[in-house]
């Protein structure tokens, strides 16, 4: 067994270390020193831990191990502080991080692929057959069929078993392939080199443009990154992971930036077997990170795909910038829209298109935030759509067929114009072009769900939870299409799964609220409402606090929260939306629908809820409430 890793191959059965073919000198203890990291690599291996096996007779000091880890990596050729293969663990000791790869020794001057015996010469038939397989050489006991017949014939019978010999190897090697064949394949978080010196924007930002770029192969199924997100912890194990998937391959890797370095190995293994088909390393100037990329998506869709075709091949490596920073900052930004942080997200995407003006996803990027963001910042509705019109139709003038730019025209069409044809047509389009677009499938859900589409809307958000599963975000949402369906203890139950494995998510704790409510638990309703305003909820919990003290008939509590919101709107801006809910809670319907009109002539995106939310049934009979609900193509 030999172990191989970048451009070196170590063989400690013959001790010794060679870099492309040639033997490099190391002292023996160097070499034991090397193998011992090698073959604990999966781990950190403690001072003492190598001392005891390096030196199992000796009293010797660490300065020792020192000196003798310097020398390894000189031997190496490794940059003092770059870590390229041994890392050093401040306190424990050291870990081998190259990525490596095992195989057989060589043997007779070749390389022994894993599993195939190495041969002095090369296999052909024997002249000597035993008679057991009826070709006996002519004399004592010779098979009657021989018997009289000419060389000519023989040849020609020998002729014709070893043809079959060969097609029946050939029908077998091809059943083998077919057996083989990779049909899905999981593209996991990329990992530090060095924990320390993390980088998660930079991990989740390449693995999610191979995700994108494999996703283009025909025949292929590429899991999203929203279905590998929580593999991202270094003491994941790849393999589990792939099984966990149910896919055939898994595409793992280390990551490391130095400055305007960046290191990245990566490697493709096959869970059945867990037989590596690829790996590759790559140290290089932040500039070829493009380069990078395209060749691990090359090399690993020919394993994926031997029969590429060029058109696939430019649709792999299709480039939406050609600048570093750039992309760098679009990464950041994407990075910054899974964590819900979206004035990061905005700053990121600004700083992208700024320096590439023609990068036509950072443009979609920006419409996608900007056409959301009042309902995450209780922000002014018309402010934040006009940028995201003007962001998408950027997008869209440089790429038509962008998907990231049709979804973001969707949620403009639903959340800003209440066009509910236009907002259909755009999801659907950006679904059309990339079937695992989350934002697009949550978008239509969204859409079915406030036009009365109920299962359909349940429909929709199920595929979105099957693309990420671990997101609260679509958990939360289907409970809140179930919610607008007077489904209450089907989406009291998917709430109660939502927030066990994410406690903290304010909107989950808004809809549990209002279930409660809707059971007339006021104790637990206000709880919750409470809950969700130390979340990070905004004035949405707030006034879902007046509104529920109203109708507990504490009319001094909800008129103290409905001064509170009346005293914020002097200083920012409080939906007219909310500070209409408080005034329903009151049973002032005239107050209420005053509020709401004003809602309707400021495009607050709240309105949309109007038609469904069980909270405005009391309303459903007046005149003025119908005609808003006309007004927005939302009467049934």
Not at 335 to 357: H, K, V, W
Not at 456 to 472: D, F, R, Y
Not at 504 to 513: D, S, V
Request: proline letters at 4%; one cysteine or more; charged letters at 25%.
């Amino acid at each position: 067994m030999a172990y191989e890793f970048n451009q070196f191959r170590v063989e400690p059965h013959r001790r010794r270390v060679l870099r492309e073919g040639q033997v490099i000198p190391v002292t023996p203890k160097v070499f034991d020193t090397l193998v011992l990291l090698i073959e604990r690599r999966e781990k950190v291996v403690t001072k003492d831990e190598m001392l005891a096996s390096l030196w199992p007779d000796g009293v010797v000091e660490e300065n020792n191990l020192g000196q003798v880890i310097s020398k390894l990596r000189q031997a190496l050729g490794e940059v003092p502080g770059d870590n390229a293969y041994i890392a050093t663990m401040p306190g424990r000791g050291y870990r081998f991080v190259a990525e490596t790869r095992v195989v057989e020794e060589r043997l007779n001057g070749q390389a022994a692929a894993a599993g195939v015996p190495a041969t002095d010469k090369p296999m052909m038939p024997s002249a000597d057959v035993s008679a057991t397989n009826g070709f006996a050489a002519a004399g004592e006991g010779e098979h009657p069929l021989w018997r009289g017949m000419t060389p000519r014939v023989g040849a020609a019978l020998l002729l014709l078993a070893l043809c079959a010999t060969l097609i029946s190897l050939a029908l077998a090697r091809r059943g083998t392939r077919a057996a083989d064949r990779i049909t899905s394949v999981a593209v996991l978080p990329f990992k530090p080199l060095v924990p320390q010196n993390r980088d998660q924007a930079l991990e989740f930002g390449i693995a999610d443009i191979l995700i994108g770029r494999l996703a283009t192969l025909n025949n292929v199924s590429v899991r999203s990154l929203g279905r590998v997100r929580r593999y991202a912890d270094t003491s994941s194990n790849p393999l589990e992971a792939g099984r966990e998937l149910g896919v055939d391959a898994v595409l793992d890797g280390h990551i490391h930036r130095s400055g305007e370095r960046i290191r990245i190995t990566a490697r493709l293994v096959r869970v059945a077997d867990e037989r590596q088909l690829w790996s590759g390393q790559f140290d290089e100037d932040f500039k070829s990170v493009f380069d990078i990329q395209d060749s691990i998506a090359r090399r690993v869709a020919e394993q994926l795909a031997p029969e590429l075709d060029a058109g696939a091949t430019r649709r792999m490596t299709r480039q939406d910038t050609s600048d570093p920073a750039a992309y760098e900052s679009y990464l950041r930004g994407r990075f910054f829209m899974s964590l819900a942080q979206p004035l990061n997200a905005i700053r990121m995407f600004e700083e992208a298109a700024g320096r590439d003006p023609t990068f036509a996803v950072a443009h979609a990027g920006l419409a996608d935030i900007y056409s959301r963001l009042p309902v995450a910042t209780d922000g002014r509705s018309a402010d934040a759509m006009a940028r995201a019109k003007s962001a998408a139709a950027q997008a869209i003038a440089i790429e038509p067929n962008l998907a990231e730019a049709h979804t973001a025209l969707g949620w403009i069409a639903f959340y800003g114009d209440w066009n509910w044809v236009e907002s259909e047509k755009h999801f659907m389009r950006a679904i059309q072009i990339n079937p695992d677009d989350f934002s697009a499938h949550v978008g239509l859900a969204h859409l079915h769900s406030n036009t009365g589409r109920f299962q359909n809307a349940l429909h929709e958000i199920e595929l979105a939870m099957a693309l990420e599963p671990t997101s609260p975000l679509a958990g939360t949402l289907r409970a809140e299409f179930l919610y607008h369906a007077r489904r209450y203890d089907d989406a009291k139950e998917q709430l109660r799964q939502t927030l066990m494995a994410s406690p903290g998510f304010w909107i989950a704790r808004q809809y549990l609220g209002l279930l409660h409510h809707q059971e007339r638990n006021i104790a637990e309703a206000l709880a919750e409402f409470e809950s969700s305003r130390r979340s990070g909820g905004g004035y949405g919990p707030l006034a879902m606090v007046g509104y529920t003290q109203a109708i507990a008939g504490r009319r001094a509590e909800a008129i103290a929260v409905l001064r509170s919101l009346m005293d914020a709107s002097k200083q920012s801006y409080v939906p007219s939306y909310y500070i209409a809910l408080v005034h329903l809670g009151l049973g002032d319907d005239a107050e209420t629908l005053e509020w709401l009109e004003r809602g309707h002539a400021e495009r607050d995106v709240r309105m949309v809820f109007i038609g469904v939310d069980p909270l405005w049934d009391s309303l459903r009979q007046n005149r003025r409430f119908i005609a808003l609900l006309e007004s927005m193509n939302l009467a049934r």
